[in-house]
Every structure is written in C-alpha cells, then in structure tokens.
C-alpha cells in the first residue's frame, strides 16, 4: 500500500521550543520534500531531500532544519520555534521526478 | 519567479450542476511547464487528479477535465456535473519537465457541493 506517514497529526507548542516533525514513505521513493501551507497562501516548498544526506534548501528554509538517515524517513526540525511558524506541514514523496508527489495527511502546529 | 493563480474560494455549487475552476501560470524560469491538478478531500493529503504535460493536450480524471493552454497560460478544471463527494480542495501546480523535482502550488480552492 502507497502511503506517506506524518506525525504527529495535531501538535502544540510554545515559543522557544523545539519541535520535530516526522515523516515516512514505504514506497522507496528516492526524493522527499517538506512544505508548509497557510492561509490565502499556496503550498511553499521548505526543503527537498533528493536521498539519504542529499538535502536542498526550497524557497523558505530559514528557521527550519531537516534530517534523512534513511530513505524511508524524513523529519523536519524547527530548533526555538517562532510563532509564525504555526502552520499546516505537509510531507511529500516521489519516485524521481517530480510528476506525482504522494502526500501524507499532514501536521497541524500552533506555536503560542 | 514562476506562480500559479487559481480561482479563490470557497466555491460552492450544488450537486449535478457544472463546475469551473480557473487556472493560470506563469513560467518565468521554465521552459517546458507540467501542469497539474491536486485535490485534498477532508483528513487527507493531497493526491494526483490529472496532470498534462504537452501544450495542447487535455487530462481528465474521475469526471473531470483540463486543457493545457499556452497561448492562454490556462490550465482550467472542468467538470458537467459535480457530485457531493466532489467537495474537496483543488490545487493547480506548475512543475519543469528538465528540472522536475519542484512543483508550483496555486492557494487552492475550496469546493462545497451541495446535495
């Protein structure tokens, strides 16, 4: 069964703390990815993992980290999180190119 | 930079009626665009609808319709007749067939069918 994984699905935190975001893939995609929505706002691309410790910064990286040991996990890392950092993140995977991203559900975060 | 403007929402139509949502790209950085439809259906993520990656051609998928237009940088989705289960949110993207790793997400839009 195709399926991306995040969790957790809801999750709240305050100022200053650091947040991990998780992510998982059983479909041995190579590239993963990493974005965030908000309101009035498309999706943005946060960061690209084309393989195991081959990361790319996207369009809005800063004040975010990510890590990926192993091909099937992708985790998102906000080190102090920033109130406007509250979002919905959403995690994504693909086979190679980008021509169908297989998405998980995604990552309610407040930030108070 | 590239960009995708689609019709805001929310949009509501009731059952069997038409639909509309209106698409338009631009490509700036890229040479061959992909165009693509993404639906969200509630507690879900998002899943491929169709997808058109020639100018001039058209996807269609579980009733609905896009033609890929470049002299209009459109890429429109269309459907005759909605149903209820149709009430979703509907993304247009924009990807490069040489640099294929990154899609271009419009804001989406919210459809409410009405039963």
């Known amino acids: 069964d195709m399926k991306v994984t995040q969790m957790p699905r809801y999750l709240i935190k305050r100022m200053g703390e650091n947040v991990l975001l998780e992510c998982g893939q059983d479909m041995s995609h190579e590239t993963m990815y990493w974005y965030r929505q908000d309101p009035g706002l498309g999706l943005q691309l946060i960061y690209i993992s084309y393989d195991v410790d081959s990361n790319s910064e996207g369009d809005i990286p800063k004040g975010y980290r990510v890590s990926r040991k192993k091909r099937e996990h992708f985790s998102l890392i906000l080190d102090s999180a920033k109130t406007n950092q509250t979002s919905v993140y959403f995690c994504a995977s693909t086979l190679g190119s980008a021509e169908t991203l297989y998405f998980g559900s995604g990552t309610r975060l407040t930030v108070l | 930079g590239d960009s995708v403007t689609q019709t805001e929402g929310p949009v509501t139509v009731s059952e069997s009626e038409s639909l509309i949502i209106n698409c338009t790209y631009s490509?700036?950085?890229?040479?061959?665009?992909?165009l693509f439809w993404y639906v969200r259906y509630p507690g879900e993520g998002l899943q491929l609808l169709l997808k058109?990656?020639?100018?001039?051609q058209k996807g269609s998928s579980r009733g609905f319709e896009a033609t890929y237009n470049k002299e209009t940088t459109s890429f429109h989705l269309q459907k005759a007749s909605v149903q209820e289960s149709d009430s979703a949110v509907y993304y247009c993207?924009?990807?490069?067939?040489?640099?294929?790793?990154?899609?271009?997400f419009g804001t989406g839009t919210s459809l409410l069918v009405d039963p």
């Open positions: 993207a924009l990807g490069d067939r040489n640099m294929g790793y990154k899609l271009t």
């Open positions: 490509a700036t950085s890229i040479a061959y665009p992909n």
């Open positions: 058109v990656i020639t100018a001039g």
